[in-house]
């Protein structure tokens, strides 16, 4: 990306602000969101990586021909698109582009200073703080998370010229207050685990002739979800290919992933993946530096799909924003910087694992519809992407009870189930999490689950939602959900104690953060047998899961997802806001992937 210096700023400043300031238009205003306080002014040499997100007018084409290639019933299953197909349905049209053209080169911001999408649907550019304040009519302010201690330069309203206004779909970072955690939660606090478990001899039966070893009620292996999972006798060929991401700094060590593989999957070791850095993020191979959510990630994703060929993705992101040091740095929003990557790559991984999320309400409404529009082109492009649900049961994402907040931001201050962003998008397959054997919910503050209040129900989970909701007694929880909402989790998985190394040490951790990544090995494997029978791989997975495949989830009845002071949703039979259809049996997915002609 091209540095645009402030110069530009002297240059222009003036020029602007008399001739438009009386032609703004306020484009969004959001409350701030609780946990912030406004710490000051950023130096006005602070630099935005500012992202202007152009209408898409046939997306709604877009979203048509995603539901059809990823409906087993209709005859263009499977036929999944090009990435330049894609990009021709998410073009936005000339007169926006020109439209915006104009307006930034209002500031003498030319051609060359901006970078733009594949689609032209976003444009890039590195301005000054001052001259973003001047193209938004807006202040930007320091604001620091009381919690965490982070700071972001952000602001609470923007707005944008009154020709311009309906060529923009949202700009950003301006409004976006979203911490993208990880869903982890540290089960047993990161210590040393016990030694590794044993191989028993028993075995425990849990119905329909599926033994799983004792261990695995206290301690998660891949062995484990193998054998729960009904996939021991698969035969791998390792085609296909599967991605995880990391964001936050999180490094995914090699040579603890070596130890796991030696420990949980010898035939593994030695095996590697590849690491691709977007927007110069690192993947540091210290020790000490090695990051639990990362290599959860990696070893238990990339230990079940062996030998799929893997990828790690590093983005740089959010540089801590130091307000009291007076070196400016750069202010981004690292998420959609990996969307933008994968989406400009050839040939994504066909499986991908995100457990980074944060509460909807703290993503700008505007924000998650394009981001999640951007999850609908990999789907239709044929990318499986799993995403945690969150590990704050019907609560925000915040595992401990005594600090979980369930507020509107609103600026109503009201009680509400706060769901989770990307899981609430209705083009992800958002994963829940269960516990011990036989499987229940697990039933303090964890699954996170529920209704989003940004997305309609579509139409694929459209039935058992209704059925889920047709039981609730009249009246239950009136007002704190969304009834028309997308429902999530999709689908769940073992997400407890699971045993990995981290710095050469062996710990038990445990979260959505688990599930997702698991689930998301054995959908690489899916591909594998699809591959081996010169079928595509899967693509978008819930039109399938929510049809053809929902007779091939163990269905999880018993536990619920606590939060808000309430016992949150229950786990019943049928797809619940808890653990979604259930978690996978393997072996019967692979009969259902593998039968039809396509
Ligand atoms: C631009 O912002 C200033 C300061 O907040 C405000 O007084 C003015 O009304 C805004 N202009 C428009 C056209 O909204
Ligand atoms: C697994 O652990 C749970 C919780 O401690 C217990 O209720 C259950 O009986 C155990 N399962 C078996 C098969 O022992
Ligand atoms: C694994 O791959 C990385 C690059 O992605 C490389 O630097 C490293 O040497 C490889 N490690 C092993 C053990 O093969
Ligand atoms: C890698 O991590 C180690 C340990 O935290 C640190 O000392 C080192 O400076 C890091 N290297 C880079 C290039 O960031
Ligand atoms: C919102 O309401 C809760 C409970 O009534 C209160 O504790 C909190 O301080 C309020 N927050 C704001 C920002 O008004
Ligand atoms: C969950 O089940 C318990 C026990 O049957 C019941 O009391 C409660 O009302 C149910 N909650 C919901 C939200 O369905
Ligand atoms: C496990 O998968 C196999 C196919 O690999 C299938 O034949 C069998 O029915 C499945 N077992 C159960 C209990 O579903």
């Known amino acids: 990306m091209r540095l645009f210096i402030s110069v530009v700023l002297a240059i222009t400043g003036s020029v602007l602000a008399k001739d438009a300031d009386c032609?703004?238009?306020?484009?969004?205003?959001?409350?701030?969101?609780?946990?912030?306080?406004?710490?000051?002014?950023?130096?006005?040499?602070?630099?935005?990586?500012?992202?202007?997100?152009?209408?898409?007018?046939?997306?709604?084409?877009?979203?048509?021909?995603?539901?059809?290639?990823?409906?087993?019933?209709?005859?263009?299953?499977?036929?999944?698109?090009?990435?330049?197909?894609?990009?021709?349905?998410?073009?936005?049209?000339?007169?926006?582009?020109?439209?915006?053209?104009?307006?930034?080169?209002?500031?003498?911001?030319?051609?060359?200073?901006?970078?733009?999408?594949?689609?032209?649907?976003?444009?890039?550019?590195?301005?000054?703080?001052?001259?973003?304040?001047?193209?938004?009519?807006?202040?930007?302010?320091?604001?620091?998370?009381?919690?965490?201690?982070?700071?972001?330069?952000?602001?609470?309203?923007?707005?944008?010229?009154?020709?311009?206004?309906?060529?923009?779909?949202?700009?950003?970072?301006?409004?976006?207050?979203?911490?993208?955690?990880?869903?982890?939660?540290?089960?047993?606090?990161?210590?040393?685990?016990?030694?590794?478990?044993?191989?028993?001899?028993?075995?425990i039966d849990i119905g329909n002739g599926i033994m799983v070893d004792p261990s695995c009620n206290t301690t998660i292996t891949v062995t484990c979800l193998e054998q729960l999972y009904n996939a021991t006798s698969f035969q791998r060929q390792g085609k296909g290919t599967i991605g995880i991401t990391g964001y936050l700094e999180q490094n995914a060590n090699i040579q603890d992933l070596e130890t796991f593989f030696a420990e949980q999957r010898p035939d593994a070791v030695g095996s590697n993946f590849t690491f691709i850095s977007v927007a110069g993020g690192i993947n540091n191979q210290s020790l000490a530096a090695a990051g639990d959510e990362a290599n959860l990630d990696v070893q238990f994703a990339f230990g079940i799909s062996h030998p799929v060929p893997a990828t790690f993705y590093s983005t740089a992101g959010r540089p801590p924003f130091i307000p009291d040091v007076n070196t400016p740095t750069d202010t981004n929003e690292p998420y959609s910087d990996w969307l933008d990557f994968v989406l400009s790559h050839p040939n994504p991984p066909s499986a991908i694992s995100t457990s980074y999320g944060d509460d909807e309400q703290t993503v700008p409404e505007s924000f998650a519809k394009k981001a999640c529009q951007g999850f609908a082109q990999l789907g239709a492009r044929g990318v499986s992407l799993m995403f945690s649900s969150g590990d704050g049961g019907v609560g925000d994402n915040d595992p401990n009870p005594a600090t979980q907040t369930c507020f509107t931001n609103d600026g109503r201050n009201v009680t509400r189930f706060i769901p989770g962003f990307p899981a609430s998008c209705p083009f992800v397959t958002a994963v829940g999490g269960t516990t011990n054997v036989p499987e229940v919910a697990v039933s303090r503050f964890f699954s996170g689950g529920g209704f989003s209040d940004y997305f309609?129900?579509?139409?694929?989970?459209?039935?058992?939602?209704?059925?889920?909701?047709?039981?609730?007694?009249?009246?239950?929880?009136?007002?704190?959900?969304?009834?028309?909402?997308?429902?999530?989790?999709?689908?769940?998985?073992?997400?407890?104690?699971?045993?990995?190394?981290?710095?050469?040490r062996a710990i038990l951790i445990g979260g959505t953060s688990a599930s997702s990544p698991a689930f998301t090995g054995f959908v690489a494997l899916l591909n594998d047998a699809r591959l081996q029978k010169g079928l595509p791989p899967l693509g978008f997975l819930n039109p399938l899961f929510y049809s053809q495949a929902a007779g091939a989830f163990n269905d999880i009845t018993v536990g619920h997802n606590s939060g808000c002071g309430t016992t949150g949703f229950n786990a019943t039979k049928g797809w619940d806001p808890v653990t979604g259809l259930g978690t996978p049996n393997f072996g019967k997915l692979v009969a259902v992937v593998t039968a039809g002609k396509h």
């Open 23 to 203: 032609h703004f238009k306020l484009k969004e205003s959001v409350a701030l969101p609780r946990g912030w306080v406004k710490h000051g002014l950023p130096p006005a040499d602070h630099n935005i990586n500012l992202r202007i997100g152009l209408p898409q007018p046939n997306f709604k084409l877009l979203e048509q021909h995603l539901y059809e290639v990823s409906d087993p019933f209709h005859e263009r299953y499977g036929q999944h698109l090009s990435k330049e197909e894609v990009e021709a349905l998410v073009a936005p049209h000339q007169e926006s582009l020109d439209s915006v053209d104009k307006w930034l080169a209002s500031f003498g911001i030319g051609e060359g200073d901006a970078q733009r999408s594949p689609a032209k649907d976003w444009v890039k550019l590195r301005v000054p703080v001052a001259l973003a304040e001047k193209m938004l009519n807006t202040t930007y302010y320091v604001w620091k998370h009381l919690e965490s201690g982070d700071y972001l330069v952000r602001t609470t309203s923007y707005s944008l010229p009154v020709d311009v206004h309906a060529h923009v779909d949202v700009v950003q970072p301006t409004t976006m207050f979203g911490r993208f955690k990880g869903s982890k939660s540290t089960v047993v606090s990161i210590g040393d685990a016990p030694d590794a478990p044993k191989i028993s001899t028993s075995t």
């Open 456 to 504: 309609e129900r579509p139409a694929y989970q459209d039935k058992v939602v209704q059925n889920y909701l047709n039981a609730l007694p009249k009246g239950t929880y009136e007002g704190l959900f969304n009834p028309n909402g997308r429902a999530f989790p999709d689908v769940s998985a073992q997400s407890d104690r699971y045993r990995i190394w981290v710095g050469g």
